[in-house]
């Protein structure tokens, strides 16, 4: 996470955004499926997910959003705005795998008086592309 945000002068179209990876240990996907009120069983009981036909328990849709939104604003800075977010899920991503992410910034424009970037995200897990979105983010200062 940066201390500081990026001024939109210095972000360019283009512009990489370093990889991250985040441990889906089965403690985390089953508190954030339930912080996010998701009680589908495939989220927090191996038993039951497994009967179903999955491997193990896996993350939820909710979670995936909020680590794409997080890798983005961890990079972006503290006064960074989200203005929207788009994910579309792949493969699964079960427990005791690994979510690597990485991203880049796709375009800049000038809209409601503020500069905002869509910034790719892209999610892989063992299995392949977990996630693949765009976050819309507003960053101050700086409409060069």
């Known amino acids: ?9 210095e972000v360019r179209a283009g512009t990489a955004l370093p990889e991250e990876s985040v441990e889906m240990t089965p403690t985390f996907i089953v508190s954030t499926a339930l912080a996010t ?12 997910a497994r009967a179903k ?3 193990d328990i896996f993350v939820n849709i909710l979670t995936s959003t909020g680590i794409a939104q997080r890798y983005v604003t961890d ?3 503290p006064e960074a705005l989200v203005r929207g977010v788009k994910v579309r899920l792949g493969v699964p991503c079960y427990a005791h795998d690994v979510l690597r992410l990485s991203g880049q ?3 800049r424009r000038v809209e409601g008086g ?3 970037f869509e910034v790719e995200v892209l999610g892989r897990c063992g299995l392949g592309q977990h996630l693949r979105g765009t976050v819309l983010l507003a960053l101050p ?4």
């Open 37 to 48: 009120r998701d009680f589908q069983d495939v989220h927090h009981d191996r038993d039951l």
């Open 75 to 77: 990079w972006a800075g």
């Open 141 to 144: 200062g700086g409409a060069a």
């Open 1 to 9: 996470m940066t201390a500081r945000t990026r001024s939109s002068a």
């Open 114 to 116: 503020e500069t905002r």
């Open 105 to 107: 910034v796709l375009s």
């Open 53 to 55: 036909g999955s491997r």
